[in-house]
């Protein structure tokens, strides 16, 4: 074969070298038998490809037969299917996820998830898209809750229906749901329309509702058993808020919004609350510290945990209404407050009345707000936060005892010094109270060069704490524009001689 390959023109390969007439010829009448070879060698590949294949999927269909999977008992396959759902919203009507995307790989992989209820036990309805294809989406949600079985169901709806009197895939459609309710364990409707649709039902299951309306519908909703409320309104008073809670005596966790600072203390009595551990004031608005302040007094909650207070504005003489009113909640372990709402005695007073407190998180909205006729001496800054919070002599109460973790966002200025840092951490650390992390996220700080470095974090995770400190990156000083053989001319592709683009 090497002999077979020679060339007589081995010396003229690769090279710009231009053969004579009778050089073509020449090198014609060596390729002939070569090529005649190079065909007799394509033909056996081919057919060698051809065994190969055979012999390939002979392999393949009998490795099939002894896989693994083919041999997973059903119920570990139900387990594996169940895992592959999102876990941090409903499961949506699309063959690229879960669970309709386990029924498109074989028969077998279909008929188990068809028969696995709790595949299809939540699902998100955007309206826009079931009337996108109306009659073979309504009746593919009305399949979709029939395979979750008796399970309990989670549902979320958005986009409001062109009223009540509309097609009559609209009337499917309510009636599936309708037909579910009983099961309904986590539902969230995004607007009046669908609310008012279900006020009325009985949901004897029901453990979370996240649904817009106007009091008068909160009102007319058989909440009773329900664990967990997030209400979102646009005319919600506090008083407002205790009749929900009045009707929800088993409540765990309650986020709503509140912009009305009306407050009839003649209409409201104290809602005893047993099992509520985590209670969110959203933020639509600044609110007035006294209202909240009253709030908090007519809630007997004496299992909460969490707490969210939003920016609240408040004359001095009405500071001790809200501090009487958060010493009734001892076992408090979250606190989330902006620290532009409060001067810095009303911030510290506020602390030492959750001397179990394991999480503060401290956000910063605009200017403050807590007395505007003053200056902002008062105000407290995260530099004078982790200083109120940094352990002194062992013989003095500190502040926070058990505070393990610490987040600081959303601040424009007021840095911390590294050294306030440092004080902080160590004694924190020394303390041996489980201090694990300190997080501060600022937006617009000022450039300072006391700062820790990348090995004090280091350090400090070395000795169990996570130390996370974002500051925005510095502009970056634009270039002058220099002069070029362009300058001048339109910004386009240039075109070349040959009529095509560079």
């Not at 995004?190 to 008068?216: F, H, Y």
């Amino acid at each position: 074969m090497t002999d077979f390959l020679n060339s007589p023109f081995e010396a003229h390969l690769r090279t710009n070298f231009v053969p004579s007439d009778a050089q073509c010829e020449q090198i014609r009448a060596d390729l002939a038998p070569r090529l005649v070879q190079l065909g007799l060698l394509n033909e056996r590949i081919r057919e060698l490809s051809a065994e190969r294949d055979k012999l390939q999927a002979y392999v393949d269909s009998h490795t099939a037969l002894v896989s693994y999977p083919r041999r997973l008992p059903v119920d570990i396959v139900r387990e594996i299917f169940v895992a592959c759902l999102a876990t941090d919203r409903n499961a949506v009507m699309s063959a690229q996820e879960a669970p309709l995307l386990l029924c498109r790989i074989c028969s077998a992989w279909r008929a188990i998830a068809l028969t696995t209820p709790s595949l299809w036990t939540s699902i998100h309805i955007p309206i826009g898209f079931i009337m996108g294809d109306p009659v073979e989406r309504s009746l593919a949600l009305k399949n979709w809750l029939q395979l979750s079985g008796a399970l309990p169901i989670s549902i979320s709806l958005t986009t409001t229906p062109s009223g009540l009197g509309g097609p009559p895939y609209t009337f499917a459609l309510v009636e599936a749901l309708i037909r579910s309710a009983s099961r309904w364990g986590r539902v969230e409707f995004g607007d009046d329309v669908w609310a008012m649709l279900i006020a009325n039902l009985q949901t004897p299951v029901l453990e979370s509702i996240k649904v817009s309306g106007r009091v008068e519908l909160f009102r007319q909703f058989h909440f009773f058993a329900v664990r967990s409320l997030h209400a979102r309104s646009s005319r919600l008073s506090p008083a407002g808020v205790l009749t929900l809670l009045g009707r929800c005596p088993q409540l765990v966790s309650l986020a709503f919004p509140t912009v009305d600072d009306m407050w009839d203390d003649t209409t409201s009595e104290p809602v005893s609350l047993p099992f509520l551990k985590s209670f969110t004031i959203l933020q639509p608005r600044v609110l007035d510290l006294q209202s909240v302040g009253r709030l908090l007094q007519k809630m007997v909650a004496p299992e909460l945990r969490q707490l969210h207070i939003p920016t609240v504005y408040s004359p001095p003489q009405n500071y001790h209404l809200f501090l009487s009113a958060i010493e009734q909640i001892p076992l408090l372990d979250t606190l989330l407050i902006y620290l532009n709402s409060f001067p810095e005695p009303v911030i510290l007073e506020t602390l030492r009345s959750f001397p179990n407190l394991a999480e503060l998180v401290v956000l910063h909205n605009g200017r403050g707000w807590w007395n505007p006729d003053d200056d902002e001496e008062s105000t407290c800054t995260p530099e004078r936060l982790l200083v109120l919070l940094t352990p002194g002599d062992p013989s003095e109460s500190t502040v926070c005892p058990n505070l393990q973790d610490l987040q600081i966002d959303d601040f424009d200025q007021s840095v911390p010094t590294k050294k306030t840092m440092e004080e902080f951490l160590r004694h924190r650390i020394a303390r041996g109270r489980g201090f694990r992390r300190l997080k501060m996220d600022f937006n617009a700080a000022r450039q300072q060069t006391d700062f820790l470095s990348a090995e004090e974090v280091e350090h400090f995770r070395s000795l169990g704490v996570e130390v996370a400190l974002r500051l925005p990156k510095p502009e970056r000083v634009k270039e002058p524009v220099r002069s070029n053989a362009w300058t001048g001319l339109p910004v386009m592709k240039s075109q070349s001689r040959w009529g095509g683009w560079d």
